[in-house]
């Protein structure tokens, strides 16, 4: 039988392969390894062994287990077979764009850039190589920098295939040369590359995947704007509660998932009155939660913590702007006015104490959850005639519950 260490994406190409040919796989995989990724292997019938705090103490355990086994250990990143195959993808995309410029790779252990560096610098030497690591293991970046391959100390990261403490000796011997830029992304620009990829491109792609897009998005290659460049994702091997961790992270960073404060009456529909404004302006509140210990004004009031998502940063400062001035006690815990914030973990919060520091959207999208309807085309025979012009008004973005209610009914029978 064969035996490999990996944090997923190779172990399951061994363990799919080992199954179609009827060979015994094990594969060893750090205790950070995605439970999809360690799943996937023991459905292809590998046998699987938790070991180790990285892919480099998975390694170790794995060669130890070599002369009491018997069996062979397949290097997934330095084998010199490895990265030949690997360069194939610098065949194929010389051959599907053959004006590249620039071609941005993540790297972990260093075999992928190695191969396709050496594939498409003999074709064509003109064409840029970049590699990408994240910032919690950039241990191809330092093992430029000393000249050899050296441990480096690596964190868990989104990009888990890419957190190889000690690059491959023949991948850096390889690849070292031919290599024209390295850059380090943190976290923060991952998960905003894997939403990127998801909304616009409508691709799952992993953490690993993604570096390159990340990379793009945080500004770190300037010199390639204008260019034709090749982005390769290579890796959609994620956890679907890894996913929905990036997404919000996105999202945060976008200005569109916000957090805020707000104390209210403890009386019969003061929370309501609270949820009908936030509704009003097409906002949904994703999480809800009221406090009345920590509350220090009188004790008819009651503190209401509320996670919403918005469209966008304009329509979050729109949000806050109602909010202050309907209600005295409004505190932002949570607010990010450019993905660099959220990256440096600059909080807005103290930004949103005046509220004419504030310039809200200037439109008429914001008026109910269906906000993008035209009021005007709704049937007047489905409107009360009770309900007066004043309660239509569009420019102060107030709207009475119960045009609120028959809206919805339009809304719900049109679609």
């Known amino acids: 039988g064969v035996i490999t260490a990996s944090a997923g994406n190779h172990a399951q190409a061994l363990a799919y392969h080992g199954g179609l040919l009827n060979i015994p796989v094990t594969v060893v995989m750090p205790i950070v390894a995605p439970i999809m990724k360690v799943e996937n292997c023991k459905k292809y019938g590998a046998n699987v062994i938790i070991q180790g705090g990285d892919i480099g103490e998975s390694r170790l355990h794995a060669l130890k287990l070599v002369p009491k086994t018997g069996m062979m250990y397949i290097n997934g990143y330095d084998h010199p077979n490895i990265l030949a195959g690997q360069g194939t993808m610098g065949l194929e995309i010389l051959d599907q764009v053959p004006d590249v410029d620039a071609i941005v790779v993540p790297v972990g252990g260093g075999g992928l850039i190695a191969g396709l560096a050496l594939a498409v610098k003999t074709m064509k030497p003109d064409v840029c190589i970049i590699g990408v690591e994240p910032e919690l293991c950039p241990s191809f970046t330092t093992a430029m920098k000393y000249g050899k391959a050296v441990h480096t100390p690596t964190f868990p990261s989104l990009a888990d295939g890419l957190t190889i ?68 994702l290579c890796g959609g091997n994620i956890d679907t509660t890894l996913l929905g961790r990036c997404m919000d992270r996105g999202l945060a960073a976008d200005g569109r998932l916000i957090n805020f404060n707000v104390v209210v009456s403890d009386r019969p529909g003061g929370i309501a009155e609270l949820t009908r404004t936030i509704s009003n302006l097409g906002v949904s509140i994703k999480d809800i939660v009221h406090e009345r210990a920590w509350v220090r004004t009188n004790t008819f009031a009651v503190g209401v913590r509320i996670l919403a998502e918005t469209r966008n940063r304009t329509h979050s400062k729109e949000l806050f702007k ?91 029978r049109l679609s």
């Open 165 to 232: 403490p000690t690059v491959g000796v023949n991948a850096l011997a390889t690849g070292g040369p031919l290599i024209d830029k390295m850059v380090t992304v943190s976290e923060a620009w991952i998960s905003i590359a894997i939403l990127r990829l998801i909304e616009l491109e409508k691709a799952v792609v992993e953490g690993a995947g993604a570096t390159g897009v990340a990379a793009i998005l945080a500004g770190l290659l300037p010199e390639l704007k204008g260019k034709k460049v090749v982005l390769p």
């Open 322 to 412: 109602l909010l202050r001035n309907s209600y005295d006690d409004v505190q932002i815990l949570g607010f990010y006015d450019s993905p660099e914030d959220y990256v440096a973990g600059n909080l807005q919060s103290s930004k949103f104490e005046s509220v004419e520091e504030e310039h809200p959207y200037e439109g008429n999208v914001n008026i109910q959850y269906n906000h993008d309807s035209n009021l005007a085309d709704i049937q007047a025979g489905e409107v009360d005639s009770e309900i007066s012009q004043e309660d239509l008004s569009i420019g102060n973005l107030q709207i009475s519950t119960k045009l609120a209610e028959k809206t919805s009914k339009v809304s719900s």
